[in-house]
Each structure stands twice: as structure tokens, then as C-alpha cells.
């Protein structure tokens, strides 16, 4: 009788860890297809001299999929933390109003500009999030950026080749 009382609290605690394991693996997927709700890409960026001011400028275009159906045609933000070679933040860069998630995806266009003349460098991270930006809803994309001393290009300003019509 021992023997079989002892074999069922051995079957009882290996049927709770499989179903504890079981839950927790359902849980994580859940909360990954949550925090990847929007897949994100550098299109092109550029860390250019301006022109017609005493200023450099930032400008990355984002190309963005969306992965969470319930993410379609809904209003979101991106925000753009831009930091110098030492680690420290320079600036954070966001949409006023935010934007609306087109359901085919598409490309989005951050941009900010630094009057200190002495950075040579940056990094920025850019992630894409719910519309009062206190949840990300996409991955962190990381973009090293060095200063180039040229104006900007028509592809730079449109984020891609122009197209000529016959």
C-alpha cells in the first residue's frame, strides 16, 4: 500500500510540472507575439552636415511590418533615442500625434538635429510603440551613423529611388 501511495504522489508531481512547463511555454509565446507585434528595419539613413543652418541631422527611414493583426490601420508612435560615441543621450526624437500603422506596412522617416558641430558620430535606437509610447511594439533597431560632410541626396531626403513615368 506504501508503494502505491508513493508511485502516486510521483505521478501527481510529474503530471504538475509538465502542465506548470506547458502553461509557462504558452505564456512566453503569447508575450513575444505581444512585444513583436511590429517587425522593424533600417530602409537608409544618413548623419549629414545641413546646409542652410549650423547643424547636423539625423535621419533614419524605417521599414516596418505588421506582425499583430490587432496593430492594422491603428495609430502608433516611434521613438528615437540618439546617443553620442560615449554612451551618454543626446536626444529623444518622437511623432507629435504619432501615425497610423498601414496594414501592407510601409517605411517611416525619424529625423533630429544637433547644433554641437563636435560630434562626428552617433548611434541611434528606434523602436516602434503604442501611441502614448509607454509599450514597445516592436524590436530595438540600432543604426551607427557617422558624420558625412556632403548635402543631402534626393534619395536620402525620399527614403528611396524615384521612379520615372513614360
Not at 545641413?50 to 508612435?77: F, G, H, P
Not at 560615441?85 to 543626446?90: I, K, T
Not at 524590436?139 to 521612379?163: E, F, Q, Y
Request: glycine letters at 4%; zero cysteines.
Amino acid at each position: 500500500m506504501f508503494n502505491l501511495t508513493k508511485y502516486m504522489i510521483l505521478l501527481g508531481l510529474v503530471l504538475s510540472v509538465f502542465v506548470l512547463y506547458a502553461t509557462t511555454v504558452s505564456t512566453h509565446s503569447s508575450l513575444a507575439q505581444n512585444s513583436q507585434g511590429i517587425v522593424i528595419s533600417l530602409g537608409n539613413s544618413s548623419y549629414v552636415t545641413l546646409t542652410n543652418t549650423d547643424a547636423n541631422q539625423v535621419r533614419v527611414n524605417v521599414k516596418y511590418t505588421i506582425e499583430d493583426e490587432s496593430l492594422k490601420n491603428k495609430m502608433i508612435n516611434a521613438v528615437m533615442a540618439v546617443f553620442a560615441p560615449n554612451g551618454s543621450l543626446l536626444r529623444t526624437t518622437s511623432f507629435p500625434s504619432g501615425f497610423i500603422a498601414e496594414s501592407d506596412g510601409g517605411v517611416q522617416s525619424l529625423k533630429t538635429t544637433f547644433r554641437d558641430k563636435s560630434l562626428e558620430s552617433v548611434m541611434a535606437n528606434i523602436t516602434f510603440t503604442d501611441l502614448t509610447k509607454s509599450m514597445a511594439l516592436s524590436n530595438i533597431l540600432t543604426v551607427n551613423l557617422d558624420l558625412k560632410d556632403t548635402p543631402p541626396t534626393v534619395s536620402s531626403l525620399l527614403g528611396n529611388r524615384p521612379s520615372v513615368l513614360n
